[in-house]
């Protein structure tokens, strides 16, 4: 059976990598990205041209530890074989980290259910250890983490985020914020954010929020007046990229990947209760 005739079959990539010398995850002519410089390197294995979707567009800097992606081919491959391969093709900074056949409902973008993201900080005197510059920033020492957390806990739910997030035209700004906590290990102040989806510059922007409570300048109640204002808050100061890492993507079961695709294409909006709009 020729190329032609043969069925194509979806593939689905786990993929890590160091955002600091990339500008960003989606291609852009001229410019090295993830996407680009992935899509090139997978495309001459394959033989092929590769168009990738991906779980959740970085920024420029931000990293990624899980993020998931995929693409539809003809070839036939062995996936020990492939990941060994791409590791010689691919520059250091960047590593395919899983490779799988998906039912041809996955996509990695509308199947996901929830995306996870981890910010670093440091409160050390003298800032982020240099094996940890690229993926650490340095805070003030002696932050309050626990009036952090108690603004952090005033977020989670369904709200309209449009104080954290820069507006693209016609995209809601309504998200389920699932998981917003800290975790200390001497030094290292690490925040978990989970939910259903987010918008562009939200979790730099949440952390940036709750850092100005942690160092004094606001209080937890200001945070949470924010979820009243339908459009970006410049009081909010976004959180460098390079402390910001993508770490997983969960996605629901083969069988009710197509019922999850047609849910996330759905406009969400915040119960009238709330007062908030959608879009």
Same mark, same amino acid.
């Given at each position: 059976?020729?190329?032609?005739?043969?069925?194509?079959?979806?593939?689905?990539?786990?993929?890590?990598?160091?955002?600091?010398?990339?500008?960003?995850?989606?291609?852009?002519?001229?410019? @090295? %990205?993830?996407? &680009? #410089?992935?899509? !090139?390197?997978?495309?001459?294995? +394959?033989?092929?041209?590769?168009?990738?979707?991906?779980?959740? @567009? %970085?920024?420029? &800097? #931000?990293?990624? !530890?899980?993020?998931?992606?995929? +693409?539809?081919?003809?070839?036939?491959?062995?996936?020990?074989?492939?990941?060994?391969?791409?590791?010689?093709?691919?520059?250091?900074?960047?590593?395919?980290?899983?490779?799988?056949?998906?039912?041809?409902?996955?996509?990695?973008?509308?199947?996901?259910?929830?995306?996870?993201?981890?910010?670093?900080?440091t409160t050390a005197p003298y800032g982020a250890e240099p094996l940890r510059a690229r993926s650490v920033v340095a805070c003030k020492p002696g932050v309050d983490l626990e009036a952090m957390r108690a603004a952090s806990g005033k977020l989670l739910g369904l709200h309209n985020f449009a104080a954290f997030c820069r507006r693209r035209e016609g995209a809601t700004t309504v998200r389920e914020l699932q998981r917003f906590d800290w975790e200390r290990e001497g030094d290292l102040l690490t925040a978990y954010v989970s939910a259903d989806a987010f918008c562009w510059s939200m979790v730099r922007s949440l952390v940036g929020a709750v850092l100005a409570v942690g160092e004094g300048r606001r209080t937890p109640e200001w945070v949470a007046s924010l979820l009243s204002e339908t459009e970006r808050s410049s009081s909010v100061t976004v959180a460098p990229a390079h402390g910001l890492s993508l770490i997983a993507v969960d996605y629901p079961a083969d069988a009710d990947l197509a019922a999850r695709n047609a849910q996330t294409r759905e406009t969400r909006t915040v119960p009238a209760a709330e007062g908030c709009c959608g879009d």
């Open positions: 059976m020729d190329e032609i005739e043969r069925e194509r079959s979806r593939v689905r990539l786990g993929i890590s990598y160091d955002g600091t010398d990339f500008i960003g995850w989606a291609r852009q002519p001229g410019l @090295r %990205t993830v996407q &680009g #410089v992935l899509e !090139e390197s997978l495309s001459k294995v +394959f033989r092929e041209p590769i168009v990738l979707t991906v779980a959740g @567009r %970085t920024d420029a &800097g #931000v990293h990624a !530890e899980g993020q998931v992606a995929h +693409f539809d081919t003809t070839a036939e491959f062995d996936a020990d074989k492939l990941m060994y391969r791409m590791a010689r093709f691919l520059p250091k900074d960047v590593r395919i980290t899983d490779i799988r056949t998906a039912p041809p409902e996955f996509d990695a973008r509308f199947s996901a259910m929830r995306r996870h993201y981890a910010y670093r900080l």
